[in-house]
């Protein structure tokens, strides 16, 4: 009996040792850009504080691009935070995605530039702050709270909500609202610039205006209120 217990007592005391050193592995980490290069390259990146098995920025991870840095992206990548400072570029390759992870502290900002042709997604309970953003971005899932000046198209899939309340947002790129989607926009003002803005959702609260300096087309079967 005294050795089952013994048996028992080492078995216990190896797993509470080796979900340790899971934890620690896994534990959520920072990053500054080191240099110029591709986000899945370990080199490109200086691990401030955490720890992370590859050296490699993920969805539990912050990131900051420093100024006179590009990281480019080609596949498909997510993080938790970002922030660009300035003279920092993130560039979307053609068919990369670049997902926000949704989880507490999900979070875009800085003064730095996103460009290219891949997708920026949104998704859970994220913020984004946008300046010097050229790259198409897509809210997939959840609420995201934004506000800033986007350049490039906005698409709201059908589930997903934008919320812009006592903020101001100007897209100067397409707006796609989905069957699902949905704007609210209490108290603020949501400029919309791009030449086509469709509408299958719902777009509720504040004024919408339109400040495309060409002809503007309007569509869609959603509500506008």
């Given at each position: 009996?005294?050795?089952m217990?013994?048996h028992?007592?080492?078995y216990?005391l ?8 899971a934890a620690v592995?896994?534990?959520a ?5 080191a240099?110029?290069g591709?986000w899945?390259?370990a ?30 992206v ?6 938790l935070?970002l922030?660009i400072?300035?003279?920092g570029v ?5 068919g990369?995605t670049?997902t926000?992870?949704g989880t507490?502290?999900?979070s875009?900002?800085g003064?730095?530039?996103v ?6 997604r ?10 010097n953003?050229?790259a198409?971005v897509e809210i997939v ?5 934004a ?10 899939l ?22 699902g ?15 086509n803005?469709?509408n299958?959702?719902t777009?509720t ?6 400040l ?6 309007f ?7």
């Amino acid at each position: 009996m005294q050795t089952m217990k013994l048996h028992v007592k080492n078995y216990l005391l190896v797993t509470v040792i080796v979900l340790g050193i899971a934890a620690v592995n896994t534990m959520a980490a920072t990053f500054t850009s080191a240099a110029s290069g591709d986000w899945a390259t370990a080199g490109t990146w200086t691990l401030n504080s955490g720890s992370d098995a590859d050296g490699i920025p993920d969805a539990d991870d912050s990131v900051t691009i420093l100024n006179t840095r590009t990281v480019t992206v080609t596949g498909a990548q997510s993080v938790l935070g970002l922030t660009i400072n300035t003279g920092g570029v993130l560039t979307l390759s053609g068919g990369s995605t670049f997902t926000m992870a949704g989880t507490a502290g999900s979070s875009y900002s800085g003064a730095g530039t996103v460009n290219g042709t891949g997708i920026f997604r949104s998704q859970g309970t994220t913020s984004l702050s946008f300046s010097n953003f050229t790259a198409p971005v897509e809210i997939v899932s959840g609420t995201t709270t934004a506000n800033g000046t986007l350049g490039g198209s906005l698409t709201i899939l059908s589930g997903a909500t934008l919320n812009t309340t006592n903020q101001t947002i100007t897209v100067n790129g397409d707006l796609n609202v989905n069957a699902g989607g949905i704007v609210t926009k209490t108290s603020n003002s949501f400029n919309a610039g791009g030449a086509n803005i469709v509408n299958n959702g719902t777009i509720t609260g504040g004024s919408f205006n339109f400040l495309g300096t060409g002809i503007q087309n309007f569509s869609g079967s959603g509500s506008l209120t």
